[in-house]
């Protein structure tokens, strides 16, 4: 990859991750994936090789356990390897009431989206700050706007995302290091279930976004080098609304949410 620059994406096989993986490689970038699914991430390298022509290289690591940050960063040195964005957005949605949890889900969402990617923003930042470069997308959510039942470890880790993100950015920003906070509504991918009615009346009505849409807005304020992106209007109406909801209308969710129990069964 002698010559261009590269970008390390997690979660780059499918969704958000592959959107974004395509939209830096149409503008020349080459490419380092990360998932834990070997044969769906050869598969996007393939054809991101074949539509774009630029050089893919993949680590199939499984994000979610601990070690995995540097795991990442040894495979990246190992072949000589400078990265110049680093895209953080692996990562699961988790329903449930938070001590429903089984233990080893609850270990696996906070090392994916608070652990890992935190390691990751050191080690390739160091380098960053070294070379007074480099960029940092960090793929947060609206649910960082506001504590909703039902979604305690998802939402809680995104909203460590969206404040690391703030302050990383701060930190940074004087060795000429931008760091970008994604924070999507809902999007129609693998995490919801793309094939479900109500996903599609949720396209249909404008509430779940195109991965697609979603990743080009984000590398464009990546590479503008903004705070921060919610992608479209109906996201950022609901990130408005979610952040002025009062605590009274959170607890009757959590009173009526069929997805949660209720009167202690």
């Known amino acids: 990859m002698t010559g261009q620059p590269v970008a390390l994406v997690t979660g780059g096989c499918s969704g958000i991750g592959y959107?974004?993986?395509?939209?830096?490689?149409?503008r020349g970038h080459g490419l380092f994936l990360v998932s834990e699914r070997t044969g769906p991430?050869?598969?996007?390298?393939?054809?991101?090789?074949?539509?774009?022509?630029?050089?893919?290289?993949?680590?199939?690591?499984?994000?979610?356990?601990?070690?995995a940050a540097e795991e990442v960063h040894r495979r990246v040195r190992s072949l000589g390897l400078e990265i110049d964005v680093l895209v953080n957005n692996a990562g699961f949605l988790l329903f449930g009431e938070a001590v429903d949890v089984p233990i080893e889900r609850a270990n696996a969402i906070l090392q994916l989206h608070v652990v890992t990617p935190s390691l990751l923003c050191t080690l390739f930042g160091q380098e960053m700050r070294?070379?007074?470069?480099?960029?940092?997308?960090?793929?947060?959510?609206?649910?960082?706007?506001?504590?909703?039942?039902?979604?305690?470890?998802?939402?809680?880790?995104?909203?460590?995302?969206?404040g690391f993100a703030r302050a990383l950015r701060s930190e940074l920003g004087v060795y000429g290091v931008t760091v970008t906070c994604l924070a999507p509504g809902p999007v129609a991918t693998g995490l919801y279930g793309v094939d479900s009615p109500a996903i599609r009346r949720g396209k249909r009505l404008g509430l779940f976004l195109d991965p697609d849409r979603v990743?080009?807005?984000?590398?464009?304020?990546?590479?503008?080098?903004?705070?921060?992106?919610?992608?479209?209007?109906?996201?950022?109406?609901?990130?408005?609304?979610?952040?002025?909801?009062?605590?009274?209308?959170?607890?009757?969710?959590?009173?009526?949410?069929p997805w949660l129990r209720r009167d202690g069964r």
């Open 215 to 257: 990743a080009e807005a984000g590398v464009r304020a990546l590479l503008r080098g903004d705070a921060e992106c919610i992608p479209g209007i109906s996201s950022r109406l609901m990130a408005l609304a979610s952040a002025a909801t009062p605590q009274w209308v959170v607890d009757l969710i959590r009173r009526r949410a």
């Open 41 to 67: 991430l050869d598969d996007a390298a393939a054809r991101i090789r074949g539509e774009h022509g630029v050089p893919v290289e993949v680590a199939c690591v499984d994000l979610s356990r601990p070690g």
């Open 130 to 162: 070294e070379r007074r470069r480099g960029r940092i997308l960090i793929v947060s959510s609206i649910s960082a706007w506001r504590d909703f039942p039902g979604i305690a470890y998802y939402g809680s880790s995104k909203k460590y995302l969206r």
């Open 19 to 26: 959107a974004i993986a395509r939209q830096l490689a149409a």
